[in-house]
């Protein structure tokens, strides 16, 4: 009977991690954004600025609707928020459709598809780390993640496509009505463990190295959390990383034409999409392993030398190698941090938890995208802007060499405990 019931339990939890893969597929329209954006240049007019402009917008909202969503999902589990993310995701794209106004891009990309994002992509990973054991948590959120990372390779040219066969507009429109139903329906299959469940142990024969993460032992609440050195220091070397990758993700296209004056950027972007995905998963692994801060010194070293190198990559064979590069060390941030986030603060709260850290996420989307987009319309070029975040990268670097998992309890847990057994003396 304990058999069957581990065998079943096994089984749904690779149900729900496969499901969260798959919300994430649909998600995963923001990395296709630099597609959407050579388009609405071409096509109506605007500025690479103002291109930028609704997916800076949907970076920071989807960072910031992080928070309140993750304690939505701690509270009310995964199925419905999730549900409720595409329903945002794919309505919001409808309304930025409907016109050429920036504005409406804005209000509908830029706020609700961004609503959208944050609500559906804080279920997926709680729900399916809580089938496994601690020592799988890297590989699991990075396959989870890795659908995000790797819906570009499909949406890239799907949204070429519409983009050549009608126009930019409808294809907000078309892309729209097909993620609210397919995320929806794949939010279906999202669930925690019932109450008591204990994963089950990983087979003697792994053997974790000495650098391997370890868990702090304690459920750290959000307040608690935040009163931490490792909180900050997580959140700021989040925030300096990010900015390369979104960067690159946001405008590889344009610096396509521009820069190796190759019309084939989608191609590059769907490349990109791939590593980014391959990214998250190799990362979880290695990080299971080597340890967080070992494995982020080496993503963070990889892409600080990309980025100086960025500007010499002038064919576009180059270029898509740079490309696929950044997309590497970018998608092995997004299971990095989540699973250092579990290992150092628990999993009683890590909804929210995760949703404050990814915040960082969103300062990371301001300083990239937005930094790139005023370089090029300024000298139309991208160099200074490569050179800003090989310096963000290599200080991000620096932070991982203090970073430590954080004591079993802050000292107020300790006090409070400390005081009960006190009282009942």
């Known amino acids: 009977m304990k058999k069957d019931t581990l065998a079943i339990s096994a089984s749904r939890g690779w149900t729900v991690t496969f499901s969260g893969m798959g919300v994430n597929l649909g998600l995963g329209v923001l990395y296709a954004w630099s597609v959407f954006a050579a388009a609405l240049v071409d096509q109506l007019g605007w500025s690479k600025t103002e291109a930028a402009l609704p997916y800076t917008v949907a970076c920071v909202v989807f960072a910031l609707i992080m928070v309140p969503a993750g304690k939505l999902v701690d509270k009310y589990g995964p199925r419905w928020i999730a549900s409720l993310g595409g329903i945002f995701c794919g309505a919001g794209l409808i309304i930025a459709g409907l016109t050429e106004s920036l504005m409406m891009a804005v209000i509908g990309f830029g706020i609700i598809t961004g609503i959208g994002l944050g609500l559906g992509y804080s279920a997926p990973t709680p729900a399916a780390v809580r089938w496994f054991p601690p020592e799988k948590r890297g590989q699991i959120a990075g396959l989870v993640v890795a659908g995000f990372g790797l819906a570009a390779l499909y949406i890239s040219p799907m949204t070429k496509a519409f983009i050549g066969i009608w126009d930019v507009k409808y294809a907000f429109f078309v892309e729209g009505l097909i993620f609210i139903v397919a995320i929806t329906a794949l939010s279906q299959l999202l669930s925690f463990p019932p109450k008591g469940y204990t994963p089950p142990a990983a087979a003697k024969k792994v053997v974790q190295s000495k650098r391997a993460p370890v868990s702090s032992g304690y459920d750290y609440t959000p307040t608690e959390m ?108 997004l299971s990095l941090f989540p699973s250092a986030t579990y290992s150092f603060f628990g999993m009683k709260n890590a909804g929210v938890n995760y949703g404050l850290v990814f915040t960082a996420w969103g300062a990371g989307s301001l300083i990239g995208p937005l930094v790139a987009g005023w370089m090029a319309d300024t000298y139309n070029v991208y160099n200074n802007a490569y050179y800003i975040s090989a310096g963000l990268l290599f200080l991000a670097a620096l932070i991982t060499l203090i970073t430590k998992v954080p004591k079993s309890a802050p000292a107020s847990a300790l006090s409070d405990a400390a005081s009960a057994i006190q009282s009942r003396k």
């Open 226 to 333: 935040m009163s931490t050195p490792q909180f900050w220091m997580l959140w700021i070397m989040f925030a300096l990383t990010a900015s390369a990758g979104l960067m690159i993700i946001g405008h590889l296209a344009k610096i396509a034409s521009i820069q190796a004056g190759v019309s084939w950027g989608y191609i590059m972007v769907a490349a990109l999409a791939l590593f980014n995905a391959g990214g998250r998963f190799v990362a979880g692994w290695l990080s299971d392993r080597l340890g967080f801060a070992t494995t982020m010194l080496l993503v963070f070293l990889l892409q600080a030398g990309n980025m100086l190198l960025f500007s010499s990559y002038v064919t576009g064979y180059t270029l898509l190698l740079g490309g696929c590069i950044a997309g590497f060390c970018y998608g092995s941030l």
